[in-house]
């Protein structure tokens, strides 16, 4: 349950960053997972190679997220919005800047996995009462989650930042029609989910002691799926929907016979196919106009 809980943070960071700029944009940022695979890999590089404390590297992995996500935003959505395409052309812009970032991650540094480092502080162990071993980096993971969760939901729901993000989440031209900047909620709303992204990184890093190219693509995966399964657009949604799944994989390996933990994913696939299948709009309502 306490590893479930660790794994199911890391996916509701990641799936409110989905959730908001599908809220936003209507579309799909598929370079997300690259967005966290980069902020864990500034975190890699600077701490392994300059010695930075942990919580430099921290922020630095939140700072690098943030910068990557920008620079898809301006250079991949902004050229292709401006000319008004058909989402699959837009689809097809984010989907090659996934394929371009991982591409290019891997012929710099390869494909093998590399040691992430960690801190002092999150390798200890607590040890109830009742003889549970929980692990200090788990407990911290679940704790920061909470927090930004919380810090999110009421940046949303109570400021005017906040508000213009779910009008233009609702409805954008009517929010342009009473002085809504859609621009700057767009960028608002990128970096946000990038930082969120960027925290997500260096939880999975601590909490797996890996960091390779490719770890974006199936937890980025995952991700979307709780932002699909949490309702489009809507944030605890979102973030329920990804601890549910974290809850549900890692119980569907710790249940089972070993022999059936090679097809873990597709536990993932049936859950979604089951509960669209029952209530196509997600688990929760969905924050945004649905024609």
Do not use: Q
């Not at 109570?158 to 233009?168: D, E, I, N, P, Y």
């Not at 009517?174 to 960027?198: C, E, K, P």
Request: hydrophobic share 60%.
């Amino acid at each position: 349950m306490i590893n479930a809980l660790s794994y199911g943070s890391i996916l509701a960071l990641l799936a409110i960053g989905y959730t908001m700029i599908y809220g936003i944009l209507g579309l799909i940022n598929f370079a997300h997972g690259e967005i966290f695979m980069i902020g864990a890999f500034f975190f890699y590089l600077l701490v392994t190679f300059s010695g930075v404390p942990f919580l430099v590297g921290f922020f630095a992995a939140i700072a690098g997220s943030i910068f990557i996500g920008l620079l898809i935003e301006r250079f991949v959505y902004k050229p292709c919005l401006k000319r008004s395409p058909e989402v699959l052309t837009v689809f097809i812009a984010s989907f090659g800047a996934s394929l371009g970032l991982r591409n290019l991650f891997t012929m710099i540094f390869g494909d093998g996995r590399r040691a992430f480092p960690s801190a002092e502080f999150l390798e200890g162990i607590i040890i109830t009462k009742a003889g549970l071993f929980i692990n200090v980096k788990d407990l911290w993971i679940l704790v920061v989650t909470v927090i930004l969760l919380v810090a999110v939901t009421l940046f949303i729901k109570h400021t005017k930042l906040g508000t213009a993000m779910r009008a233009v989440a609702y409805d954008a031209n009517a929010a342009r029609l009473v002085g809504v900047n859609s621009t700057t909620v767009v960028l608002l709303a990128f970096v946000i989910g990038s930082a969120l992204a960027g925290v997500s990184a260096v939880s999975y890093g601590v909490s797996y002691g890996i960091v390779n190219p490719s770890m974006g693509y199936l937890i980025g995966l995952n991700g979307f799926i709780a932002a699909v399964l949490g309702g489009i657009g809507n944030v605890p949604g979102a973030a329920a929907a990804g601890y549910i799944i974290g809850l549900g994989e890692v119980m569907f390996v710790a249940l089972l016979p070993p022999s059936y933990s090679a097809v873990r994913p597709i536990f993932v696939w049936a859950l979604l196919f089951l509960i669209l299948f029952i209530k196509p709009s997600g688990l929760f309502r969905p924050s945004v106009k649905i024609e």
